[in-house]
């Protein structure tokens, strides 16, 4: 019998139903096959892929293999789940504020990420596209992971210690448009391209001998190196600026180290869309990355008055090829070895593989069927090692271990698995470059990830194909639909879908990591609180700045003090310091009726500043349900208007 059918399910517990039940408990199985899901039924077939998790204690004991970090998108942060068991495990805020993960920028450290350093503008939308994980030797190494914002000029670093943004970083010269972003093989350097040309400072279209309309165009493009030091902080290299915007980009490894390659799909300098498809094809970029930083030691760079350190470079001074990709590429990627850069024709069948020891080759022997703006083009015949036709909107690349690509699909909603040529055939004995698996995907994918299948040693075993749309697979949650992860064995061909997750709009690209390079180095308390721990909590006036100073200590379950009063009008720097130890029990500073909730972490130390413009009494509480008593775990902040204030109402805590 069907679940939909089981009377407790509908609810109807008649007297009746009631007294089949209790029939049903005393012949044993027989009746209580009714009342099971018909998915646990069915995992004891033959054949069919286990679910690892068929009880919850197998995942209390933490067994999942990997992380997904997934980019949120309009989400501003990261969303992260297990697999395979496909749990959601919680979100990273990092350029919009999020209080529910304690992101909040009334915390003054928060509130200088999200300034803009030119304008001054607490910047609080943002679109996360494409995290990259810190590798070393071209693997992932579990220390960082570098996202972008593709609304603003900025990156960001998120530390896997604390799965909280460690640093944000705005990139000089652009409004942002900021699309493919990609970390070196040992996270020295990064790379962030600007996908929506740009109208540069005057002293930047004048370095590059173009002419730039604010109206008609056409307008330039530009990449941002940032350099990586080995604390992880991200400092702004260089730029270089070109006749064309960028999209997506791998820094090269292996057989492609020293080399960044990317797309664009407006060889056009078209603005608006219609004519951004007007040649039949637009080109993949191949930079040296050497040349890049010979041009700015010979001193041949600007710099402009809003970042005076930060070298632009023309990528006429720069060693630069281009070969062409057929209508309007995307995804740009790398094979395990570094030997083959695949990209495909997004409005087009065709997949591209570009063989880059003959693409070296080619350069080498001068293969070049012309030049656009002085860069020379290679023959597509010199660099190629297959060009396939394989279907419909081919969008993203990733790679497993046993040498198939996996080429994502949007307009055919499926995945394509294709072997590679050598020096893979040894693993899979295939011909190279023809089908031999299709995934099909519900619905419309658009990134897919292989757990490490952009670096030098990809763990393969699954596909996570990220689907823009879901259509009718899960229940009605309004107009705007959540998205679809769907999660793919891929040991056995063909491969077996084995569970989808709705997450929220819209992921962009995302990535997994073994759970073993991670979880060890989480942390579960801080220790800031340790050295501001001989200090009492205490309440200072200063007349001169109008300012109230609350050192303040948070302990399960009081706040100390828990009452205070401020003359109104005049600032209140709160300094929250945790003295818990003990994992998992946070605390907070809510306050009524003021825009202001700070989550405190064990053992954390937060300042919190506001000004105290409302007069009365405003109780702050705790925001975790820390202990049972939480809700008592509360005090006021007394504001007394401006004209009843005298200096005999200052709090005086005894000592
Ligand atoms: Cu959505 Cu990588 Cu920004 Cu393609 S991008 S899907
Ligand atoms: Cu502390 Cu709730
Ligand atoms: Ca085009």
Known sequence: ?????????????????????????????LVFGVVLPSSARGAASSGAYQRPYPLPH???????????????????????????????????????????????PEEPKVRKMLTNPWTEEVVTRGDTHHPSLSR??????????????????RIARVDLDTFRTGQILWLPNGNGGDHGLSVSPNSDLLVQNFEHEQVPDPAITQHLGLTVDLLKGPYVGAFSGVNIASDGAMSNAW??????????VRIGW????????????????????????ARDHD????????????????????????????????????????????????????????????????????????????TL?????????????????????????????????????????????????????????VPLGEPYTRLHNKEPWKVVDVLPAHFSVGHLLVPGGDTAQPYGKYVISMNKLTKDTFLPHGPLESENHELYNIEQVPAQLIDQMPLGPETHYSQAIPASLVAPRVKTT?????????????????????????????????????????????????????????????????????????????????DVEWVADKPGVHWFYCIWFCSELHMEMRGRAIVVPQADWTPDKETHLAS
């Not at 070393?136 to 000029?153: A, C, E, M, Q, S």
């Not at 292996?254 to 498809?277: C, H, Q």
Request: aromatic share 14%.
């Open 283 to 358: 080109y993949a970029f191949f930079w040296n990355i050497a040349s890049i930083r010979k041009a700015v030691a010979d001193g041949k760079y600007v710099t402009t008055k809003q970042a005076p350190d930060v070298p632009v470079v023309s990528w006429k001074d720069v060693e630069v090829y281009v070969t062409p990709i057929p209508l309007n590429p995307h995804g740009i990627d790398i094979s395990p070895t570094g030997k083959y850069v695949m990209t495909s024709g997004k409005a087009t069948t065709l997949v591209v593989a570009i063989d880059f020891e003959k």
């Open 526 to 606: 801080y220790t800031e609180a340790r050295a501001v721990a001989a200090e009492k909590p205490r309440v200072e006036y200063d007349y001169a700045a109008r300012e109230v100073r609350v050192h303040m200590t948070v302990v399960r379950s009081f706040f100390t003090p828990d009452a205070f009063t401020v003359p109104e009008g005049w600032k209140v720097k709160t300094r929250l310091v945790s003295q818990e130890t003990a994992m998992d029990i946070s605390h907070g500073f809510a306050l009524d009726g003021y825009n202001l909730s700070v989550s405190l972490d064990p053992g954390e130390v937060k």
């Open 1 to 29: 019998m069907a679940l939909k059918s089981s009377p407790l399910v509908q609810g109807v517990l008649t007297p009746k139903v009631v007294g089949a039940l209790l029939v049903g408990l005393l012949l044993g199985t």
């Open 136 to 153: 070393t030797n071209g693997v992932y190494d579990g220390r960082w992971l570098f996202i972008n914002d593709k609304l603003h000029p």
């Open 58 to 104: 197998q995942y209390w004991a933490r067994t999942d293999e990997f992380y997904v970090f997934a980019s949120g998108g309009q989400q501003g942060g990261l969303y992260v789940y297990g697999v395979p068991s496909m749990k959601y495990l919680s979100e990273i805020p990092i350029f919009n504020p999020d209080q529910a993960w304690g992101w909040t």
């Open 239 to 248: 730029q270089v600026w070109g006749p064309w915007g960028f999209d997506m």
């Open 361 to 417: 080759e080619a350069i080498q022997n001068k293969r070049f069927i012309g030049d656009d703006f002085g860069i020379p083009i290679l023959d597509p015949d010199a660099v190629r090692a297959a060009t396939m036709d394989l279907g419909m909107g081919p969008t993203h690349i990733e790679f497993d271990n046993q040498g198939y690509a996996y080429v994502g699909f949007f307009v055919d909603s499926d995945i394509k698995k």
């Open 254 to 277: 292996g057989k492609s180290d020293g080399w960044i390659v990317s797309t664009s799909y407006n060889t056009e300098r078209a603005l608006s869309a219609v004519p951004m498809f």
